[in-house]
């Protein structure tokens, strides 16, 4: 009895291939959203620190609420800004008073088409006015 053994593996590779690449694929795409959302992230909590600073140090301007909402706006220039939501409360602007800016910024996962995940990125930072 022989036993016959065969020698052509051509299709062999493409099979593989075929069977790997869609997992890598989503691998990657999920890797280059997540870092998105990380720095959309890293993006919001710089930009609510920065106007509570703002906020900390306005309560002689006229409109010190929007001064520190303007502060925001303006360290988070590479979000868009229709979507971003930045409140600004306070006890009162007197000298040693808290002072909250909170921002929301909504995002989704997108893996090619479907989408994995969608809510809102949340920070806020509270500091006492000068």
Not at 65 to 89: D, H, P, S, W
Request: with cysteine.
């Amino acid at each position: 009895m022989s036993i016959r053994r065969v020698k052509d593996e051509r299709g062999q590779t493409a099979t593989e291939l075929a069977l790997v690449l869609p997992v890598f694929c989503l691998l990657l795409f999920g890797v280059i959203q997540f870092g998105i959302l990380f720095n959309n992230y890293v993006t919001i909590t710089d930009a609510v620190r920065a106007g509570a600073r703002k906020g900390a140090v306005s309560r002689h301007e006229a409109n010190p609420a929007g001064a520190a909402e303007a502060q925001v706006r303006a360290a988070a220039g590479g979000l868009t800004q229709t979507k971003l939501g930045v409140t600004v409360t306070s006890t009162g602007w007197t000298h040693g008073s808290d002072v909250t800016v909170q921002a929301i910024y909504p995002y989704e996962i997108n893996l090619l088409g479907w989408i994995a995940a969608s809510r809102n990125l949340k920070s806020s930072t509270t500091e006492r006015v000068e």
